[in-house]
């Protein structure tokens, strides 16, 4: 069995690089599910429920902030709790990061006001006291290759009588 200090890393890159959140990083109850990016399994019309009004403001309103996924354009590791600069300005904060292994660049997720969450901005982590540069992408980061297969699409027969035409040829 190897040991904690192996597992967490190993579990950390699995889930790391399909974007994946991490409660305590990611989420949490300070943040709400449409920062996050996790909208989608909200549902308002089945039932009341404590912080419905809550969040029903936000979906209305916007969230201030959203996860955003970053590339270092120069070598660095990016770190839970670094600093994200944007125009020099402090803009949020890194809420993971590391080095791909399957993709060898090196990627973090952070919280940033949500006029800056479009991918190509320009942002800047603060790497042990110093700025490096980084390029806001989407997310996730990897796509697994069944995911990225084309569908195959068989040719369409005009009449019930090609159907049985193509059916016999392929």
């Given at each position: ?49 404590v ?8 979906l ?100 019930m ?10």
């Amino acid at each position: 069995m190897p040991s904690p200090a192996l597992r967490l890393p190993a579990r950390d890159s699995l889930r790391f690089e399909a974007a994946l959140p991490l409660y305590g990083h990611e989420l949490g109850p300070e943040i709400d599910p449409f920062s996050a990016g996790l909208g989608a399994f909200v549902r308002f019309d089945h039932f009341e429920f404590v912080g419905r009004a809550a969040l029903l403001k936000i979906l209305l309103e916007g969230p201030a902030r959203k996860l955003i996924g970053f590339q270092m354009t120069e070598p660095a590791v990016p770190r839970a709790g670094y600093p994200v600069l944007i125009d020099g300005q402090m803009a949020g904060t890194v809420t993971s990061g590391m080095k791909s292994p399957t993709l060898g660049s090196f990627l973090g997720m952070a919280f940033v006001p949500t006029q800056q969450a479009i991918p190509g901005t320009e942002i800047e982590i603060v790497v042990r006291g110093k700025a490096k540069q980084a390029i806001v992408v989407k997310r996730p980061f990897y796509t697994p290759a069944y995911r990225r297969a084309e569908p195959v699409i068989l040719p369409q027969p005009a009449r019930m009588s090609d159907l049985r035409t193509t059916a016999v040829s392929l």
